[in-house]
């Protein structure tokens, strides 16, 4: 795949599959975020590393990363699925709403439509710019302990050693500067507002929250008022990390959604 993204493979490649599925990861995550998720959802998934993560260099905006999607989707069988998660979830809006002739299917996993006033909207791009200098004066490790003790994005007591162990390894083979990087080009204060734009989504749209995650699920269901073709589904007990932390709910949720699609 020549998308300028480090891409993995997941699940078992040589399963056959009636839609292609990408997905696409959060912040300080990479694509083998999603191999306990490829496993239970019994098809291949296609997982790039997103810019400024795991084996991807940075890019300079918003632009170059959704051009470097977009590539990955071109490089892969119709129809396809585009799965997003967070940062993730995104960039997969946003390329659904440019590109719509390459998501055919599109699962958004606790993720907003953009900070629509323009004054919340500059102070969050300031805030994610201090982070990005902060980050680049600090190790990884240091990092990673102050972002996971983020309530949002935390792992709950629940989670098993191995699992939490297994998720901060991956998030630790991250460079600082290029997660810096990637926070000044992708963070949520450079992403523009698509709210007035739901509207010209053709494809059906899965929406999915946690149920522990107030904000999402508020701002996720009224992006289900606004989509033509939508579902939400909010998974009981779920923070906002849906994709770590119940990947057997979040498969069910999408097994169900592709039922009532095949009719």
Not at 58 to 68: E, H, R, S, Y
Not at 69 to 94: D, Q, W
Request: proline share 6%; aromatic share 4%; glycine share 8%.
């Amino acid at each position: 795949m020549k998308s300028g993204l480090f891409v993995r493979r997941l699940g078992d490649v040589t399963a056959d599959d009636n839609c292609s599925t990408v997905a696409l990861h959060g912040f300080t995550a990479s694509g083998s975020a999603f191999g306990e998720l490829a496993g239970l959802l019994q098809r291949p998934v296609i997982a790039p590393d997103l810019p400024g993560h795991g084996q991807s260099e940075a890019v300079a905006d918003l632009t170059d990363a959704l051009i470097a999607v977009a590539e990955v989707l071109r490089a892969v069988e119709a129809p396809r699925m585009l799965i997003g998660y967070s940062m993730g979830g995104r960039l997969a809006l946003n390329v659904a709403l440019d590109h719509p002739q390459l998501v055919d299917r599109l699962v958004l996993v606790s993720t907003g439509s953009g900070i629509d006033d323009d004054t919340l909207r500059s102070a969050r791009r300031d805030s994610d710019g201090e982070l990005a200098d902060r980050l680049e004066t600090m190790s990884i490790e240091d990092f990673l302990d102050e972002w996971l003790n983020n309530p949002i994005v935390a792992l709950p007591p629940s989670m098993s050693d191995a699992r939490v162990h297994a998720d901060r390894a991956m998030r630790s083979a991250n460079q600082p500067t290029r997660l810096a990087a990637a926070l000044r080009s992708l963070g949520q204060g450079c992403a523009p507002p698509l709210s007035e734009r739901l509207g010209e989504l053709s494809m059906p749209t899965l929406l999915v929250s946690g149920a522990k995650d107030a904000k999402y699920t508020e701002a996720m269901a009224h992006m289900a008022t606004l989509i033509p073709i939508a579902t939400h589904v909010v998974i009981e007990d779920a923070p906002h990390n849906v994709v770590a932390v119940s990947p057997a709910e979040l498969t069910t949720a999408i097994h169900l959604w592709e039922a009532q699609l095949a009719g």
